[in-house]
């Protein structure tokens, strides 16, 4: 074994390269947090070859002196913090002095800056690890950083570089994530000589909208929640615009993009019961707290961090997340819903039908109010209509019905035009909810049966009922043993009152017998009462009279997350009339 010895501070430097600048997203990632640490209000980003070529950031934030330079591509100098209780509180998104050092150690670096009460600029190189002296040079008040080929001693590391379409693609993901971060500061991006990126500082909604597209802004909802020292402000995609993969997941903790476990596991919570299968929210939030309650010194490349209090800031975020995804229909989240979130501000028009017969599903006030006093009155003595005109008054979000379709679908008027409901879907999800919130209350109501539901059941049912029949009692069930081979339903929850109670039953017991009944009162609560929901939904090919219909819009109106089922599938569509004009060329 040879000798101990210290390391040279190149290869030291080397090494920390490794970790901190792996690859050129990676360094991009600090220059960019360099440059808005110095206050910069306009950054350029030049790259060419994937950044292995040539890496630039360019500012106009407060600049470095002359004899700061060399210090600049120090290890461990920086302006940032100076003691422990600095350590502890970093408002800065750059603290370790690490960066500028490792990624001079493993390129060509030239550095060129003036302060903004200077003459002229400076400018200092380091090749390899080797620092010149300050040489003055021209260059407008600001920084810039200019790196050429990187890793070009280190082979290994070059080695393992990815095609240059992947290394930009990882440059573009890091520039999107500064850029989302600061609004309020202008970004450009070239890469091999084309422009790619030009973002002017603007508000933080329409920077997302700049860099995400509008079809992400119109398919989420906006969040602002405030508690104890905390804040959470930003946007969650729509259940329904849910994504096969996890691009489009944005969450920035004081400013600084994070992906943390605590936040992650929040966010699932919140979407848990409204996301379909597989798929993957799309949000871009913004956490700000008390830099003294947060470590951001966890890993050097600062994606991680720590929380003081991560319980209080994980219900604080599940909370304000699940709020603004339970809107209901009647409190303005009828834009929920593809095909909803692009209609047009409600607005009079025309339409008019004619000779549709209906039956009196609301009184005469309400059919007043949608069609007119005339019509009304024809509605509600059972005569044909001549022609329904709309009058702009305001009338409920979903409409009134109009008719069933294939015996599976609503059709309804509101102002906005054609509103197409799945009806199993959308009763699903107001059981559930009416469930759950029973549950929350204690237990959920029984309704007695007059005839009790006999059915055979396996000595293993058998044996759940009997073992936990306070459990089936919290969750609105009376199930006794008849035989060892027979088992009675006595009572089950009033909404499922007109439910198979056999077969739901069985399936309850199938998730106690499973998961356990700790287990099913707990995390497992929602799962069973989704199951249990979807037994009472009304099922297709079931005939609805238009009041029946309307009972249902009406209990849309008022049910949270009423815009998707409990598997995630949207249960309604707005079509608007300049829609149906376009299908039919009408105005052409």
């Keep these: 074994m040879t000798a101990i010895r210290v390391l040279p501070d190149l290869l030291i430097n080397q090494i920390a390269a490794g970790e901190v600048v792996e690859r050129p ?47 600049a591509l120090a290890r461990h100098a920086t302006s940032k913090i100076a003691t422990l209780e600095d350590l502890e509180r970093i408002a800065s998104l750059g603290f370790r002095g690490e960066a500028l050092a490792s990624i001079a150690a493993v390129s060509d670096l030239t550095l060129t800056s ?66 989302l971060a600061r609004p309020d500061v202008a970004f450009r991006l070239q890469h091999n000589g084309r422009a790619q990126w030009h973002v002017k500082a603007q508000s933080p909604d329409e920077r997302i909208s700049a860099l995400l597209g509008d079809d992400f802004s119109a398919a989420a909802l906006a969040v602002d929640a405030q508690s104890t020292g905390l804040r959470l402000t930003g946007l969650v995609g729509l259940p329904a615009a849910a994504r096969g993969a996890r691009d489009a997941q944005y969450c920035f ?37 008390d830099p003294a309650r947060v470590d951001v010194n966890v890993h050097p490349a600062k994606s991680e961090v720590r929380f003081r209090d991560s319980q209080a800031l994980h219900q604080f975020v599940f909370h304000a997340v699940s709020r603004a995804l339970a809107g209901s229909v009647a409190g303005g989240a009828t834009d929920t819903v593809p095909g909803a979130q692009a209609r047009p501000a409600a607005v009079p028009y025309s339409a008019t039908q004619y000779r549709m017969p209906l039956g009196v599903a609301q009184s005469a006030a309400v059919y007043e109010t949608l069609f007119g006093r005339e019509r009304a009155v024809l509605a509600e003595t059972h005569a044909e209509i001549p022609a329904l005109t709309e009058t702009g008054a ?58 009790p539901v006999v059915f055979n059941a396996g000595r293993i049912d058998v044996a759940t009922a009997e073992d936990h029949a306070e459990t089936l009692a919290e969750i609105g069930f009376e199930i006794a043993a008849l035989s060892p081979t027979a088992l009675a339903v006595r009572a089950v929850p009033i909404a499922l ?21 700790s287990r099913v009162l707990t995390e497992r609560q929602n799962a069973l009462l989704s199951t249990m929901a979807c037994h009472a939904a009304v099922r297709a090919n079931r005939a609805l009279s238009i009041q029946e219909m309307n009972a249902l819009l009406r209990e849309m109106e008022a049910t949270e997350r009423s815009g998707q089922c409990n598997h995630g599938r949207p249960t309604w569509h707005q079509i608007s009339v300049a829609e149906l004009d376009k299908l039919f060329m009408r105005g052409r």
């Design 25 to 71: 997203a990676a360094a991009l990632k600090e220059l960019l947090e360099n440059s808005l640490d110095a206050g910069a209000r306009d950054i350029s980003v030049q790259l060419a070859s994937g950044g292995t070529r040539l890496l630039k950031v360019s500012d106009d934030g407060l600049g470095i002196g002359k004899d700061d330079l060399p210090l």
């Design 114 to 179: 003036r302060r903004r009460d200077a003459k002229h600029a400076w400018s200092i190189t380091a090749e390899g690890g080797t620092v010149s002296d300050p040489g003055p040079a021209a260059h407008d008040p600001g920084t810039s950083v200019e790196v050429h080929e990187l890793y070009f001693n280190t082979p290994a590391r070059r080695k393992f570089l990815k095609s240059e379409a992947t290394e930009y693609a990882h440059c573009d993901e890091v520039f999107k994530r500064i850029a």
């Design 394 to 451: 305001e009338i409920p979000a979903l409409g009134y019905a109009l008719a069933q379709l294939a015996g599976i679908y609503i059709l309804a008027q509101n102002e906005h035009g054609l509103v197409i409901v799945d009806m199993h879907a959308a009763h699903e999800r107001i059981v559930y909810e009416r469930l759950k919130t029973q549950l929350d209350a204690d237990r959920i109501a029984m309704q007695p049966l007059l005839i």
């Design 253 to 289: 903790v004081n400013g600084r993009f994070v992906r943390d476990k605590v936040l992650a596991h929040a966010l699932r919570q919140a979407y848990q019961d409204v996301l379909h299968h597989d798929r993957h929210p799309a949000f871009v939030l913004f956490v700000e707290l």
């Design 497 to 517: 009152k007109d439910a198979d109670a056999g077969a739901l039953a069985r399936d309850v017991l199938a998730e106690i017998r499973e998961f356990g009944a």
